[in-house]
Nanobody, 114 residues
Framework: VQLVESGGGLVQPGGSLRLACAASGITFRRYDMRWYRQAPGKQRELVASITSGGETNYVDSVKERFTISRDNAQNTVYLQMDSLKPEDTAVYYC?????????WGQGTQVTVSS
């Protein structure tokens, strides 16, 4: 099983990034998918999730700015991040969950700075 994130980088405040997580080795359409982030010195937090049926949820701090989506044909989950703020700086991790099965990606760094 592999979850490979991409799309991170350095962006100015107010800018946008789109993260992607490509999954292999799992029946992707059956899994709930999540994006977590971890800033230096802080605990990992759940940012956004999308169920196998397409229902989405977001942490309050990113509502109206971030959008999670999935493409089951491409085995990929996306996180569109708009109006980025310095406090969004973190390593972003992709996570897949199906009952007791859970897998993680290696993370991608997002830095929001002028």
């Amino acid at each position: 099983v592999q979850l490979v994130e991409s799309g991170g980088g350095l962006v100015q405040p107010g800018g946008s990034l789109r993260l992607a997580c490509a999954a292999s080795g799992i029946t992707f359409r059956r899994y709930d998918m999540r994006w977590y982030r971890q800033a230096p010195g802080k605990q990992r937090e759940l940012v956004a999730s999308i169920t196998s049926g397409g229902e989405t949820n977001y942490v309050d701090s990113v509502k109206e700015r971030f959008t999670i989506s999935r493409d089951n044909a491409q085995n990929t989950v996306y996180l569109q991040m708009d109006s980025l703020k310095p406090e969004d700086t973190a390593v972003y991790y992709c996570n897949s969950v199906l009952n007791f099965l859970q897998y993680w990606g290696q993370g991608t760094q997002v830095t929001v700075s002028s």
